[in-house]
């Protein structure tokens, strides 16, 4: 038979086995709190997106050309290097913008026949062009929206498939 068990070693016993229990909950409850604050914090970077808005560019348009500055045409003949005339215009076909505009007219040539176009040469700009549903606005020499009509042809060193690309853009 054992000997009966002091009162300090009962006390003892005791003592570890609730600071064993109080390390058991408090880890339970340190483990709660965090998964707590990852579930507050999921919920407060949530990201929500927005239905899509159509953006409608400035102006609407058609450019046109013409090899004697009085009939226009969106599509052109064929022309040879160094001979003929290549002008350009764009017709505003509609517009929610009405005041000061630049407009830009771009020399552009294919690399493949007609499907890529790369920029080339120096673009005309046009500035504070005042543009509404009617205007009409040609690439000139000077920048001007008065100026002399530019020949593109005279740009156009080798032979090759171009066009001319406008951008309008406020201001």
């Known amino acids: 038979m054992q000997p009966p068990i002091k009162s300090k070693e009962v006390s003892k016993m005791t003592y570890e086995k609730k600071s064993k229990k ?9 483990i709660v709190a965090l998964v707590s ?8 970077s949530a ?3 927005g239905q899509a808005v159509t953006v409608n560019d400035i102006a609407q348009g058609t450019v046109k050309y013409s090899t004697d500055e009085s009939s226009w045409s969106s599509t052109m003949p064929v022309l040879n290097v160094g001979s003929g005339h290549w002008y350009a215009e764009f017709v505003v076909s ?3 913008y009405t005041g000061s505009a630049t407009v830009t007219f771009q020399l552009e040539k294919s690399t493949d026949g007609g499907n890529t ?17 009617t205007s009409t ?4 020499n000077d920048g001007s929206s008065g100026g002399t009509y530019h020949d ?10 171009y066009r001319i690309t ?3 853009a406020s201001g």
Do not use: E, K
Request: cysteine-free.
């Open 22 to 30: 109080f390390l058991v909950i408090a880890t339970a409850l340190t």
């Open 37 to 44: 604050v990852g579930v507050t914090f999921a919920a407060i």
């Open 47 to 49: 990201t929500f997106h």
């Open 94 to 96: 509609s517009t929610t």
């Open 117 to 133: 176009f790369t920029s080339t040469g120096t673009p005309l700009v046009i500035t504070g062009f005042a543009l509404n549903s």
């Open 137 to 140: 606005i040609y690439g000139t």
């Open 152 to 161: 593109f042809i005279g740009d156009i060193l080798v032979g090759g498939t």
């Open 166 to 168: 406008v951008t309008v």
